[in-house]
């Protein structure tokens, strides 16, 4: 993106965004520069609107132009929403235009005609027009600096706290005894269930309306030079989907971390043939994209499964381009272009500040599970908060790293890039794409290594975190291994703790924003809050979550309930995609159907006392008292009691 670069080159940014907000009566543009220097407004007006203007005048790169409208066609046309309905996403899609005119509720769903007229345009001065109309020429515009300070918090909490005490001066005694009545009198009414009555207006399904029907595993072994496929063969309407899963177990412990770095410099960095734009319009003209990922996956005993992953969508008759591609890009990527490198860093870090401080209930969870399970230590490294602090140096100090950063990356390839390390996923109903695995697999690197497998050693550091938000993320986890394994009765209590207990104790009655719990097959278990303004309070919830399945005793409605929407969570539509990769999952935590198919009949046929047996596993886990909480300055301060550690979040 050229106005992208040239904020950069200008060092005027760290991390530039755009986003276009279609759904408003009057559509918004925005572009957002993160890390900013200090009085660079003017300096940044002037690179915007000079880099549009020569843009206007010697024309966009029509290659560039034609890439992204196949991109996003490309996209609208498989319509893969994962997990969310399709008819749903469209209808909600409907109402950005419908809103505003009842009478024409399907325009947004007419897509096709318009990426055939945006294609028609690509020869023209069209979208150079737009950019003259529509920004350039564009009078309705505002511009925002947000400077950063340390002692803002404390200071709106000392002005809130002046403006309630003057508020209070100003009531009679009968109107603070009138507040303190209607705060008691909202307390009963939020903990208060509905009746019966009510209940009863809210339409039901039944046990008898659910079958046993599990969906199939769609994972058949196939052999390519002595490299393992898993082939998913479903009708995907013309489109193949290819993944590429390299185990990283025997990657040495000092190039870990390196391998969130590897994923985020893959595809935007030079290669051989391309330069990283020039790769970037290529992938968008002939696939549905190229990307670059991690997934770690817990195996038994307290063991893991660490991948580097690479995806790879498109038509059939692309399937040639997105092979060749790949292995462009795993073996000839160029990360000797320093500069590059640390624009790339600087955004990485700008962008995992945003992931922490806004879904912070993830890396909180993944943090305390790091204690103890090496799968999450791991997923901690390279994408967590471990991840996070170790990007963190890199940035702050990458004058003085980068010539190691440079060799790291070059040397975790070889450790990495290797068929011995190779697994294949294809999502698909045909196999051309079989005949260009060959180049690839044998391209890949075979000079000896030093091979050092991962060692975890358990540190329970209970952490807590603190940020310059004001709200709070508050995690505990542990593990039942020396108690009991997993079973269907934890999906059932599962939807009693999240819709009942945490919902009215945190959110209801706490103010969180949300509250989750999941049991994982591996034996373990998480509760975190979202947005949360509390801490200990929270932690007390948790703790109580023994007595409240001490009290449990739903009758048989409000059981079925809570069975169907279990039910509801093992029944989630799947694309043709998502019920490629659900099989692989399965496959790799060596689920079989078998497996599945009692999960489901232990949550059809769950009794009471099948959930009241589950009371000694969640003691288990309560009782390791293993916790992690990202949160405000001053209210980890005010309860640093709770944590061994408590430090910055970021510094």
Known sequence: APLKQALLDNNLGKDIMSSYDSSLLQPCLSIFVKEAPEGKLEEFKKVIFETLENLVSNGLDKRALKAAINYYEFKYRESDFGRAPKGLVFTINALDTWLYDENNPTSRLETNKIFAALKEKVDTTYFEELIKIYILNNNHKVYITATPSKTIQEEKEQSLKAKLKAYKETLTKEEIEKLVEDT????????????????????????????????????????????KIIKHDLF????????????????????????????????????????????????????????????????????????????????????EFVVNTIKEIITTSDFTNTKRLYEIIAETKSQMQMYLMGAGHQAAYIR??????????????????????????????????????????????????????LLISYTGDNDDYKKYLPELINNLYNKDIVKERYLFVEDVKNEGFKTPGQVQYVARFGNFDNVGTYNGAFLVFGMALRYDYLWTQVRVLGGAYGCMTSTLKSNDI???????????????????????????????????????????????????????DVSLLNYIKNITYEDLKKERSEVLNVTLNDIKALKPLIEEVLNQNILCTIGSESKVEEEKHIFKEVKNLFN
């Open 236 to 319: 995907t309407n013309g489109i193949g989907y290819l993944k590429l899963l390299f185990n990283t177990i025997n990657v040495p412990q000092k190039l870990i971390p390196y391998i969130g770095l590897l994923s985020k410099v893959l595809t935007k960095v030079d290669t051989k043939n391309y330069t990283y734009q020039d790769l970037t319009i290529e992938i968008n003209g002939n696939t549905g994209g190229i990307t670059t990922g991690k997934a770690v996956f817990p195996q038994s005993n307290n063991d893991l499964y660490p991948t580097f992953v690479l995806n790879g969508s498109a038509l059939f008759e692309n399937m």
């Open 368 to 421: 305390a599970g790091s204690y103890t399970r090496s799968y999450l230590k791991y997923q901690d490294e390279i994408e967590g908060i471990g991840q996070y602090q170790f990007i963190e140096n890199l940035e702050h100090n990458f004058e003085t790293l980068k010539d190691e950063v440079v060799s790291s990356l070059k040397e975790l390839s070889t450790y990495i890039f290797r068929k011995e390390n």
């Open 526 to 580: 998480y509760y975190v809050s979202y947005r949360d303004p509390n801490l200990s309070k929270t932690y007390d919830v948790y703790n109580n979550i023994l007595n409240y399945i001490d009290s449990f005793n739903p009758n048989e409605e409000e059981l079925t309930k809570y069975i169907i929407g279990a039910i509801g969570m093992l029944d989630e539509p799947l694309s043709p995609k998502t019920k490629g």
């Open 184 to 227: 008691k009198n909202l307390k009963i009414y939020q903990s208060t269930p509905s009746t019966p009555e009510e209940l009863k207006t809210i339409p039901l399904l039944t046990k008898e309306d659910i079958d046993d029907y599990v969906e199939p595993l769609y994972n058949k072994e196939e052999i390519v030079d002595d490299v």
